[in-house]
């Protein structure tokens, strides 16, 4: 009995060696400089990239403008054109600006204060919107501002669909009250500032009723039929320019000329210029054809009258505290509302401040609204820098099937190479085992005591020095085997030879009872 034991110990042994230089395990490096697949941490660059935000402006009318980066921010294009520094006198305005910016930052919350200060480059947590709710399309127009400024889509941050709310308004002619006119502009800039096409039907509806109640004079009022005013007027040209209208268009040249007639000689702007009530020069006119010269890609310079420009007086109007009034004090009736606008303005921006990218899919919705053709298949990629929450929560859970698959492979890997690790320690300690009989109960208790010991040992010291997502493989004992054929059979046959020749000379009794001794 024990002359077969010793017998199948000794092919044991001999076919565990034999393992270890033909069965292939997987590397494992500590240097490795990647751990995940190429595949995956391209993607997850991309995830990160957008995440993080920021990325290239596109200007209108050919100035520049510079997106600023939020907290969760994706990469947008810029409403605004122009110098950041758009000052005839050639001053810096910066320090006015970051006055303007810390007088901001102590008001209350509102989508005005968030507009500006996202302008201006600040963090702004517009969360605060998500919960709004309008009975009217121009009540959503500066809330989906706000949300865009920040970098975000309006179908989906807030509790409901923005767009698809504000053109619940639409008819077949224009958006909003049939009566008023400043609804269709706002309309134009929120929408374009969501990413719908300018050849969307609801947009294309809101141009033709705008240019339809354009007055003789060149201006626009706040409602169809009345008297143009210099706020509306320039809302209007930027709405036009902002879905493509030329600058040399009739249109928006007589709207040009009837600014530069309602110009005072102080530089700035009135309201309406032929008011009886007034018409002085106050900041929110100020600002919004500055922001509308912005559009236009023109210098504010050249639109000095008396060698005043629109900045000169609107930078006039500031406080000490920062804020900007809408008249000069003493006045009746006076506030700081501009300073919104204002920051707008002397930053070279206009309306919209940043507009997002659409996912192929919703841009294919729009084009079918617009048109109604067949248009072509699009494929649901992501276009631009827009990554939707569902495409992001798609590859993390990816990445996290394939952390758990690197932890088995790690895990097999492991117990491979502690048993390798075994089968090194064992002529080690086999010179040092005494040459003595020990009953048959005692060996199978040391022998089992000591090869668990050993392989704990081993495990802990082999899990101690493997990287947490290494990129490992390990066969199998089995299936090392079964892929090896006739080698594996030639393996089989030599162990069992070779394990009755060193019992045959004396050597495995020997050398069991010392390892059992150990």
Do not use: C
């Not at 929120?190 to 990413?195: D, H, K, N, P, Y």
């Not at 007639?261 to 018409?279: E, I, M, R, V």
């Amino acid at each position: 009995m024990k002359k077969k034991s010793n017998i199948v110990l000794g092919s044991f042994l001999v076919l565990l060696l034999s393992f270890m230089l033909v069965a292939p395990t997987g590397a494992l490096s500590k240097d490795s400089k990647d751990d995940l697949p190429q595949e995956k941490q391209e993607k997850g660059e991309k995830i990160v990239q957008e995440e993080q935000g920021g990325g290239d402006t596109n200007s209108d009318g050919g100035g520049t403008g510079d997106g600023a980066g939020t907290e969760e921010g994706e990469g947008g294009n810029s409403g605004g054109s122009g110098s950041s520094e758009n000052d005839s006198t050639g001053a810096d305005v910066s320090e006015v600006i970051q006055k303007a910016v810390a007088y901001l930052q102590v008001q209350a919350e509102s989508s005005d204060r968030a507009i500006a200060l996202i302008a201006a480059g600040q963090t702004i947590d517009v969360s605060f919107l998500k919960s709004f709710s309008g009975d009217t399309a121009i009540a959503y127009a500066k809330p989906i501002l706000a949300i865009t400024a920040a970098g975000k889509d309006p179908r989906s941050y807030p509790v409901e669909d923005w767009v698809v709310e504000m053109k619940s308004f639409a008819d077949n002619t224009q958006i909003g009250d049939s009566s008023l006119v400043n609804d269709d502009i706002w309309a134009i800039l929120a929408l374009m500032s969501a990413g719908v096409p300018a050849s969307d039907s609801v947009i294309q509806n809101s141009k033709t009723f705008i240019l339809t109640n354009q007055n003789a004079d060149g201006g626009w009022a706040w409602n169809a039929g009345g008297d143009s005013d210099t706020n509306d007027t320039a809302g209007a040209m930027m709405a036009l320019l902002e879905i493509g209208v030329s600058k040399s268009d009739t249109a928006i040249q007589n709207g040009i000329s009837y600014l530069k007639l309602a110009q005072n000689d102080d530089g700035g702007f009135p309201y309406d210029p032929k008011s009886p009530f007034g018409t002085g020069s106050d900041g929110n006119s100020d600002a919004w054809i500055i922001m509308a010269i912005n559009k236009l890609g023109e210098n504010v310079s050249s639109w000095a009258k008396s060698g005043r420009s629109p900045i000169d007086h609107l930078l006039s109007l500031q406080d000490e505290d920062g804020g900007f009034w809408w008249m000069a004090p003493p006045a009746e009736f006076n506030n700081k509302g501009p300073t919104t606008d204002a920051v707008i303005a002397l930053l070279g921006k206009s309306f919209p401040v940043r507009s997002i990218s659409l996912s192929s899919q919703v841009a294919q919705g729009q084009a079918e609204t617009a048109g109604g053709a067949a248009s072509e298949q699009l494929s649901g990629e992501v276009v631009g820098e827009e990554v939707t929450l569902g495409q992001i929560a798609q590859e993390l859970t990816q990445i996290a099937k394939e952390v758990e698959r690197l932890q088995r492979a790690t895990y097999a890997l492991v117990t491979a190479r502690a048993m390798v690790a075994i089968q090194k320690e064992a002529p080690k300690v086999v010179e040092e085992i005494p040459d003595e009989e020990m009953d048959e109960e005692g060996e199978k208790s040391m022998l089992a005591e000591d090869q668990e010991e050993l392989q704990s040992s081993v495990f802990s010291e082999e899990s101690s020095e493997v990287p947490f997502r290494a990129e490992a493989a390990s066969t199998g004992f089995m299936e090392s085997l079964r892929g090896n054929g006739w080698l594996t059979a030639g393996v089989l046959v030599s162990s069992v030879i070779v394990g009755f020749g060193l019992y045959r000379f004396g050597f495995i009794p020997r050398a069991k009872r010392r390892l059992l001794r150990k």
